[in-house]
Each structure stands twice: as C-alpha cells, then as structure tokens.
C-alpha cells in the first residue's frame, strides 16, 4: 500500500480493531445458529461492540470530527468541517447465517467529500484503502476498475432489497433487462464490498436504492480512485446522501445506466 496519512492509518487501525472481535464473535455463530434464541441478539451485540471500538480509536485520534454511524446515528463535533462514516459491520445478514462475506467499512468525508476509505473483509483478509487522489489499494496491489468492452462478458451486482421494501418490483424489473444481457448478476450482500470489487475489476459496475450514506461511502471512493464512475440513479444528485448509487468502470458507465432506465 502507499505511505498512508496519519488519518488514513488511524482509520486502518481501528478497523483492524474491531474486526478482531468481530472475528472472534463470528466464531460463535455457528454454535448459536442451532440454539431456539437464534444469533440474532448476540450478532447485534457483536455490531454495537465493533462500532464502539472503531470510535473509541477515530475519537481518540480526532476528537473533534463529526460522527455518523449505523447503529450510533449522528453526533456533530467541534469540527463541522470533517465526519468519520462508519459502518462496524456491512453484511450483517451474511454474518448472522454464518457466511465469510462481511466488512468493516470507514469513510473520512471532509466539506462534504469523502477524502479516505477503508473497507476491510477479514475473513479474506483484504485491505481496501484510498486517499483522494492517491489510488486504491487492495493490500500491497494498486487497484484498477475492469477494462471489460463487451457488456455481455461483464458481471455486476447488487443488492436486492428485502423484508417488503418498496424498492423490489423496480430492482426485479432491472435484473429481468440486464441478465440476459450480460454475464451475471450477484447478490453477495455487502454493499461495500461490492463497491471495493467495481474498484478491484472483479465486478464490471454495481447498482443499488435504498441504501445508506455508511454502506457507500468508503466505497465510492475506492471506485473513484480506482478509475471508474460513481453517480445518482433516477432523479436523485448526490449517491452517497440519497442513496440511489450506480458505479461502474467509465467504458460501459453510461451504458450500463442506460440499460437499467429501460427496465420498465
Ligand atoms: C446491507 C448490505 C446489503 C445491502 C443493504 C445494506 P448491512 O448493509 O450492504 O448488501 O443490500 O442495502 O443495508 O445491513 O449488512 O450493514
Ligand atoms: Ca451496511
């Protein structure tokens, strides 16, 4: 990885942090899944612990900076002008049922631009880092968006919404348009990671509504920097606030969301 700023290590650290509990308390679900209580408690006990570990280290380092986080909210600081946007643990549903697909997820937004990004999955152990700027990282691997031309070799992803969101028939109608179109689609269940593999070329584009600022955040910026585009779906402005995010390499971008304003 490239020499890092003293925020951006601070950021490394405490996800490191965390994701040794989290780690140690994954190890535990499998033996829960059996129990009549089910992991559903312990797992979110496991969420809270990781996001007050990870602030307990940026605090400490930064105690001025604003704050938002999944399960904390929001806290505004001394310093309106920069804001940690954390999320301990993307791809909950994945870690409840016992599935290696989760991530520890840390953006540094200053004047309202995410300025550095961390997305750490450690069962993989990988390392996603960017600095505006400075290119993104995966471990010791400068990261590089696919070249991919052809959309019919091309594999994206996303998130397909559950529990009754409104947001389905829309997500159904998009995936009936763009399957037969292309390589595949996958649902891996954390969005941050699927944001950390547009920027790694491992995915060609991703797309999702209805999600948070803490699942985008640091992802977005690792796509950025790693060459490719990141933008609004539908009528919203702003990927990260309104949560309505398409990204994808810059050859097929504006394609790709072509194909899906013509799922009606
Ligand atoms: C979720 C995951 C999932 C996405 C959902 C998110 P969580 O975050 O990123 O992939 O489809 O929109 O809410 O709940 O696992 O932190
Ligand atoms: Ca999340």
Not at 2 to 27: E, Q
Not at 75 to 97: C, Q, S, Y
Not at 206 to 224: H, M, N, S, T
Not at 236 to 244: E, L, T
């Amino acid at each position: 990885m490239a020499t890092g700023s003293a925020n951006l290590n601070v950021m490394i650290k405490a996800a490191r942090k965390a994701a040794r509990g989290l780690v140690r308390d994954f190890g535990e679900v499998e033996n829960l899944q059996v129990s009549m209580k089910g992991a559903g408690d312990f797992v979110s006990r496991a969420d809270i612990k990781a996001e007050a570990t990870i602030k307990e280290t940026l605090m400490e380092a930064r105690p001025a900076y604003s704050w938002l986080a999944e399960e904390g909210g929001a806290e505004k600081g001394a310093d309106g002008m920069h804001r940690w946007i954390v999320d301990p643990l993307d791809g909950t549903t994945n870690f409840l049922h016992g599935l290696p697909h989760w991530a520890v997820s840390i953006a540094l937004e200053r004047k309202g631009e995410i300025i550095a990004a961390v997305v750490y999955d450690p069962a993989k152990d990988e390392m996603f880092t960017a600095e505006k700027g400075s290119g993104a990282w995966m471990n010791d691997r400068r990261l590089r968006v696919s070249g991919r031309r052809e959309f019919i070799e091309m594999i994206f992803a996303t998130g397909v919404p559950f529990a009754n969101s409104l947001n389905l028939p829309q997500t159904l109608k998009e995936l009936a348009h763009l399957m037969p179109r292309c390589a595949g689609v996958r649902r891996w269940g954390a969005a941050a990671l699927d944001l950390a593999y547009v920027a790694a070329g491992r995915y060609d584009g991703f797309w999702e509504r209805g999600i948070q600022p803490w699942d985008v955040a640091a992802g977005a910026l690792l796509v950025k920097e790693a060459g490719g585009l990141v933008g609004p779906l539908d009528d919203a402005v702003d990927p990260i606030g309104q949560g309505c995010v398409i990204a994808a390499n810059a050859e097929v971008f504006e394609r790709f969301g072509e194909v899906l304003a013509s799922a009606k």
